[in-house]
C-alpha cells in the first residue's frame, strides 16, 4: 500500500535551517508530482511547494519563496525540503502529499506528518 | 484569512444531512477550477475524500458527495455517523496567486 513516511522535524532557533525528508512507498514514485504543505497548531492548512514528476517544475507561495526549497531523488524514491531563514511562523506539521494523475492539484495520499518548531 | 471561505463549524444529530460550503472568487473556483475535499480526524493526517468537484476516491463511502457552482461549492454528508466528527477543508487552485489554496477548515459535530 502507499506509504508517505517525513522525517527531519526539531526544534530550530529563528534563522536556522533544517532540512524535511519523506520515504515514499508502495508506488512507482517516478510517475508521481509531490507535495509539501504544512499546518500551524490549531490553524487550518497551507501550500508549501510542489514539484513535478521530473523535478523540472518547481513552485512555492510568496511566504516560502527565496527560503524554502522542494527537490526529489528518484533513485531513492524520496522527496525533500530544505527551509533556510527558518520564522517562528514557520511552526507546523509538514505533511508530504502524493499529487495523482486524476487531479493535477490535489493530494491524494498524505504522510503523518513531522513537528517543525522554531523558538528561541 | 483564507482565500476559500468555509463556515468555522457545522452540526448534526445522527442520521440528518448536512453541508459544508465553501465560497471563492473569479480566480479560483469562478475561473473553472476543480475543488476538492478533505477530512482531519482528530490527530491525524488530512485524507482526501472528493477530488475534481464530485468524484469520490475508492474506499469513501457514497453519503459524501460534492457539488459546485458559479464561484461557490459544497460537501453534503448523509446518514451522520459519530465517525464523521471531524474538521473539513476545500482546497482549490488560485490563477492570480498561482498557489493551491485552502479554506479555513469547518469542524463538523455529531450531537
Known amino acids: 500500500q502507499v506509504q508517505l513516511v517525513e522525517s527531519g522535524g526539531g526544534l530550530v532557533n529563528p534563522g536556522g535551517s533544517l532540512r524535511l525528508s519523506c520515504a515514499a512507498s508502495?508506488?512507482?514514485?517516478?510517475?508521481?508530482?509531490m507535495t509539501w504543505i504544512r499546518q500551524a497548531p490549531g490553524k487550518g492548512l497551507e501550500w508549501v511547494s510542489y514539484?513535478?514528476?521530473?523535478?523540472?517544475?518547481?513552485k512555492s507561495p510568496d511566504s516560502v519563496k527565496g527560503r524554502f526549497t522542494i527537490s526529489r531523488d528518484n533513485g531513492k524514491n524520496s522527496l525533500y525540503l530544505q527551509m533556510n531563514s527558518l520564522k517562528v511562523e514557520d511552526t507546523a506539521v509538514y505533511y508530504c502529499?502524493?499529487?495523482?494523475?486524476?487531479?493535477?492539484?490535489?493530494?491524494?495520499?498524505w504522510g503523518q506528518g513531522t513537528l517543525v518548531t522554531v523558538s528561541s | 484569512q483564507s482565500v476559500l471561505t468555509q463556515p468555522p463549524s457545522v452540526s448534526g444529530a445522527p442520521g440528518q444531512r448536512v453541508t459544508i460550503s465553501c465560497s471563492g472568487s473569479?480566480?479560483?473556483?469562478?475561473?473553472?477550477?476543480?475543488v476538492h475535499w478533505y477530512q482531519q480526524l482528530p490527530g491525524t493526517a488530512p485524507k482526501l475524500l472528493i477530488y475534481?468537484?464530485?468524484n469520490r476516491p475508492s474506499g469513501v463511502p457514497d453519503r459524501l458527495s460534492g457539488s459546485k457552482s458559479g464561484t461557490s461549492a459544497s460537501l453534503a454528508i448523509t446518514g451522520l455517523q459519530a465517525g464523521d466528527e471531524a474538521d473539513y477543508y476545500c482546497?482549490?487552485?488560485?490563477?492570480?496567486?498561482?498557489?493551491?489554496?485552502f479554506g479555513g477548515g469547518t469542524r463538523l459535530t455529531v450531537l
Open positions: 502529499a502524493r499529487v495523482p494523475a486524476t487531479c493535477s492539484r490535489c493530494g491524494d495520499h
Open positions: 508502495g508506488f512507482t514514485f517516478t510517475d508521481y508530482h
Open positions: 514539484i513535478s514528476s521530473s523535478g523540472h517544475t518547481i
Open positions: 473569479s480566480s479560483n473556483i469562478g475561473a473553472g477550477y476543480d
Open positions: 475534481g468537484n464530485n
Open positions: 482546497q482549490s487552485y488560485d490563477t492570480s496567486l498561482g498557489d493551491w489554496v
